[in-house]
């Protein structure tokens, strides 16, 4: 055995090794040196059944839809998605204006809906009540608020007509039917999310990220209000009931403009501005298109593409083996080598298996074997013309490898294209066989040529057959 094969044997087994160890069912992930990782497989809508809904910009015809605010209302639904508790949920902008959500195994679809397409509330709670260490620990739960709620303190403040501020108002009076537990501490609002005018992300001198915002007139006279009265006290930042950031007065703020500091990173100081600047969706939102997939078609759709891909593939082997006999074989071999490979990466990235991604893997299946194919009819010319085995073998695959290229480079170009085509305009379907198939082209290659070569030239060093025409088909 050569140096060569000695080497790309090594990698080989290494790269089966793990691909065995993400593929097996029970796999218990990486878990060591920081890194968490589970790997499952992810299936989409149409095997497992679940809802997917087709939202849309609620504005009068014709009007602009600001880009921006449209990026954020994706990721604010995102977010709300992934509140749910759904397992791979797609959320995904489709062209200017609309936004495509897809929910696989959601069982109650009226209420996954209902919180999608709400406009959200941010509040700023009043913690002053508390002592510190214990609001602190109180990020990421939810809290009861007296905004919008029905109690029997009698009078509480809401939200006046202001357009500009939201300015919260001494004497309106509660109209929500929604109780508070008397049995729950219930905390004051001091203002809500409309009083900003501007949120962006800052360093100090010492280059730690802070969280500036400015407010509206209105709300910074309330803001300088409860500070004043306040200092050393905490303020609770709270998004739909849910506390996102618990920061502490540190001085009074007069002039309606304020820094939040903590030890922020980079992603947690933009998620936060993220949150504030948008805690409600930047534009309405409205649900012009339902389908819910019952989990029995889905059932039913996964096992009818498990049985005809068997049934393919068995053919696929057994061609192999009877028209090119020892290469076909090994190609078999690597086959199988290949759909682990392939399998293992989509549960590692993980990819959303949906019946086309399914189409998409079956594809690039046919892609390895052409390779193969375009190798093995390469090496049999070469014995015809009188090579020696050897020597046979080195020439059929350089001579196979620009038609190989070309082929495949052919493939993942449209493949990009048809990806392009999915993200821009919400094809889901087209996006998910799209990516499969680059995928599988992709370790196709490395089958076909690292693989396949590795196990033949294996084979043939401990295996010299006299009768080439009998075991290569000729």
């Known amino acids: 055995m050569t140096k060569r094969n ?39 809508l149409d095997l497992v059944g679940g809802v997917q809904a087709l939202l849309e910009a609620d504005l009068p015809e014709g009007a602009q839809v600001d880009t921006e605010a449209m990026n954020t209302a994706v990721q604010i639904v995102e977010n709300r998605v992934n509140g749910l508790g759904v397992n791979e949920a797609v959320v995904q902008q489709a062209g200017d204006r609309r936004i495509v959500v897809e929910l696989p195994g959601e069982t109650d679809p009226e ?14 709670v009043d913690f002053s009540d508390i002592p510190a260490e214990q ?21 509480l403040p809401t939200p006046t007509e202001d357009t500009k501020a939201g300015a919260i108002s001494e004497t309106s009076e509660i109209t929500s039917t929604d109780i508070i537990s008397p049995t729950l501490p219930v905390f004051h609002t001091v203002m809500t999310g409309a009083t900003l ?38 303020l609770a930042i709270v998004l739909d009931k849910q506390v996102i950031s618990a920061p502490r007065i540190n001085t009074a703020i007069t002039d309606g403009q304020g820094i939040i500091t903590g030890s922020f990173t980079q992603e947690t100081s933009n998620a936060l501005a993220v949150q504030l600047r948008y805690g409600s969706l930047p534009i309405p939102l409205k649900i012009v298109e339902t389908r819910t997939v019952g989990p029995t078609l889905g059932e039913d759709s996964l096992n009818k593409s498990l049985k005809a891909g068997i049934i393919g ?41 949906t019946l086309p991604g399914i189409a998409g893997f079956l594809l690039s299946t046919g892609s390895a074997l052409d390779a193969n194919i375009l190798i093995f009819e390469r090496l049999k010319e070469e014995l015809r013309s009188g090579r020696k085995l050897g020597q046979a073998i ?18 993942i170009i449209t ?19 799209s990516l499969t198939l680059f995928l599988g ?25 006299s009768n080439l025409e009998k075991w290569f088909g000729i």
């Not at 609001?135 to 009078?155: K, N, P, R, W």
């Not at 009877?322 to 990235?349: E, H, K, S, T």
């Not at 033949?456 to 401990?462: A, C, P, T």
Request: aromatic share 14%; proline share 3%.
């Open 111 to 124: 209420r996954a809906l209902a919180t999608i397409k709400q406009t959200g509330l941010l509040e700023f």
């Open 197 to 234: 005018k501007n949120v962006q992300v800052t360093t100090n001198q010492l280059g730690e990220y802070e969280v500036a915002f400015e407010l509206y007139p209105d709300g910074a006279k309330i803001f300088s209000d409860y500070t004043s009265s306040h200092i050393g006290t905490i």
């Open 441 to 465: 082209v992709v370790v196709s290659l490395f089958t076909a040529f690292v693989v396949t070569r590795t196990l033949l030239d294996i084979v043939l060093n401990f295996f010299k057959p």
């Open 6 to 44: 000695q080497r790309f044997l090594i990698i080989v087994v290494i790269v089966i090794a793990v691909a065995i160890y993400i593929d097996v069912p029970s796999s218990p992930g990486i878990h060591f040196l920081g890194i968490n990782r589970d790997f499952n497989t992810r299936l989409g």
């Open 394 to 411: 080195d020439l059929g695959w350089q001579r196979a490898w620009p038609s190989i290229r070309d082929s495949n480079i052919a493939t």
């Open 313 to 353: 593939f068995t053919i696929v082997v057994l061609f192999m083996a009877l028209y090119y006999r020892l290469p076909g074989l090994v190609a078999d071999l690597a086959i199988l080598i290949y759909a682990a490979l392939a399998f293992a990466l989509f549960r590692f990235i993980p990819v959303t298996l």
């Open 415 to 433: 493949c990009s294209i048809l990806f392009w085509f999915g993200s821009t305009f919400g094809a889901t379907i087209v996006k998910g066989f």
């Open 135 to 155: 609001a602190y620990i109180m990020e990421g739960q939810t809290v009861l608020t007296d905004y919008g709620q029905s109690v029997s303190v009698g009078s």
